[in-house]
């Protein structure tokens, strides 16, 4: 295929994709609303767990942080040594701004991606 003929193969197959994806996204929504109504039943009539022919539900609890104060939580880590509590991973909008200015942090490189971008219209 030519060039013209692979754009237009591209753009047809992100018609597609766009088409499916709205599909995709109203049967998600409804499989939410009757997930939610799914918990309150359960909630509300005490069962922990349910099920048929080899499908169950359970209803789990699992603890998340939630940050109130980033220095405390920056002086604790760093008094501690529990650097494991923090993602390590670099902001990227962060670094590529520093890498406009000439400044690249210590022990930073930079990775260049190549891709290709397309626009309708």
Request: net charge neutral; no cysteine.
């Amino acid at each position: 295929m030519n060039l013209k003929e692979l754009l237009e193969k591209k753009q047809e197959l992100d018609q597609k994709i766009k088409e499916k994806n709205l599909e995709v996204r109203s049967i998600k929504e409804e499989a939410q609303q009757v997930e939610s109504e799914l918990f309150e039943k359960m909630s509300r009539e005490g069962i922990e767990k349910t099920g048929i022919d080899g499908y169950s539900v359970r209803i789990t609890r699992d603890i998340f942080p939630q940050v109130e104060d980033w220095d405390t939580v920056f002086n604790y880590v760093k008094k501690n040594n529990m650097f494991n509590l923090l993602y390590k991973r670099i902001n990227s909008v962060a670094f590529r701004e520093l890498v406009d200015n000439g400044k690249i942090p210590e022990g930073i490189k930079s990775n260049i991606v190549e891709k290709l971008s397309f626009r309708n219209g």
